[in-house]
């Protein structure tokens, strides 16, 4: 079983649409989780990270569950400029500061 | 601007030329990593410095070879590479303790003739 896996996407939405990825992780002990934005051809950025009791950052809501290992990203009211591929992003606990990035998400939002 | 600068952001190499990556960060963090990032494919992490210990070497072959002189600085020797090492490299670095999230520099775009 992979440390982090995620949705394969490519997802396909509309402008406007609510759209959510979901994200798994292995290892029960993890303490850290993020999810981060990756453009075509640039390097990753952190979007937000995930605590426990979950977070909003204006359109977009994270959601963690430990019993389940499991974090969710929603987008609502996509806009053309969230395209790009969405990271989860696991820091086991007690592995030196390891961070584990899940495969990726891709989203193209169109007109 | 992350705070993250990696040089040089391009590079193309001969299988049997030796190169060095440089990564440095000036952000008082005290983690570095090595990723690499082929097409179309995961970040798969390669290397971890933890104060300044490796503290991960992820099963990477020995023609790469990290280098941690400080807690500022990060390279990555090459040497004798193959086509398929071809991938963008990136080093990432982050301050360790709990929900701390890690900066990454813009990458160098390497190819292997």
């Known amino acids: 079983r992979k440390e982090v896996e995620q949705d394969p996407g490519p997802f396909n939405v509309p402008e406007g649409a609510t759209v959510a990825f979901n994200c798994t992780y292995s290892?029960?002990?993890?303490?850290?989780f993020f999810w981060y934005r990756q453009d075509c051809r640039k390097e990753p950025k952190l979007l937000m990270s995930?605590?426990?009791s979950g977070n909003e950052d204006g359109r977009f809501t994270a959601q963690l569950n430990r019993a389940s290992q499991y974090i969710s990203l929603l987008i609502r009211d996509s806009k053309l400029s969230d395209s790009a591929t969405y990271l989860c992003?696991?820091?086991?606990?007690?592995?030196?500061?390891?961070?584990?990035f899940g495969q990726g998400t891709e989203l193209s939002v169109k007109p | 601007e992350t705070g993250v600068t990696q040089t040089p952001r391009h590079l193309v190499m001969g299988m049997t030329n030796k190169k060095s990556l440089k990564c440095e960060q000036h952000?008082?963090?005290?983690?570095m990593y090595w990723y690499k990032q082929s097409a179309k494919k995961p970040l798969e992490l390669m290397f971890v410095?933890?104060?300044?210990?490796?503290?991960e070497n992820n099963s990477v072959p020995s023609r790469f070879s990290p280098e941690c002189p400080n807690s500022s600085h990060l390279f990555l020797h090459l040497h004798t590479l193959q086509p398929e090492d071809s991938a963008l490299y990136l080093c990432?670095?982050?301050?360790?303790?709990?929900?701390?999230?890690?900066?990454f520099g813009q990458g160098t775009r390497l190819t292997v003739v």
């Open positions: 410095y933890s104060l300044e210990e490796r503290v």
């Open positions: 952000l008082g963090h005290n983690a």
């Open positions: 290892n029960s002990a993890s303490q850290s």
């Open positions: 995930v605590y426990s």
């Open positions: 992003v696991v820091n086991p606990y007690n592995q030196g500061g390891k961070l584990i």
């Open positions: 990432a670095s982050r301050r360790l303790g709990d929900n701390t999230e890690a900066f």
